[in-house]
Nanobody, 124 residues
């Protein structure tokens, strides 16, 4: 069974940067996708970014395209989300998720395992 633990959240100024980490335990297969989702207070959970474990194919939400970069270090079973040029709209709880998908899917229905989340707060 896969367990995911997020870290790296905190407070940042608008225009600043943060790096989130998602550490996975348990088996991760080559056909696994790992995604980041976020949920702000009073809003629905939304897709942020995803990456395939095998070849590192990536996908980004339009709202973070060009600002966020997702990456993985396979030997560490870790996925990172590098967040740059942060905006106040990025304030949310960020969740790491993993599922069996051949692509970096944006659909949360494909993700079976979820972390507990890490808070990101961006101040003006």
């Amino acid at each position: 069974q896969v367990q995911l633990v997020e870290s790296g959240g905190g407070l940042a100024q608008a225009g600043g940067s943060l790096r989130l980490s998602c550490a996975a335990s348990g088996p991760i297969f080559m056909r696994t996708a790992v995604g980041w989702f976020r949920q702000a207070p009073g809003k629905e959970r939304e897709f942020v970014s995803a990456i395939t474990w095998s070849d590192g194919s990536t996908n980004y939400a339009d709202s973070v395209q060009g600002r966020f970069i997702i990456s993985r270090v396979n030997v560490k079973n870790t996925v990172y989300l590098h967040m740059n040029s942060l905006k106040s709209e990025d304030t949310a709880v960020y969740y790491c998720a993993a599922g069996r998908s051949p692509i970096a899917t944006t659909s949360d229905g494909w993700y079976d395992y979820w972390g507990q989340g890490t808070q990101v707060t961006v101040s003006s």
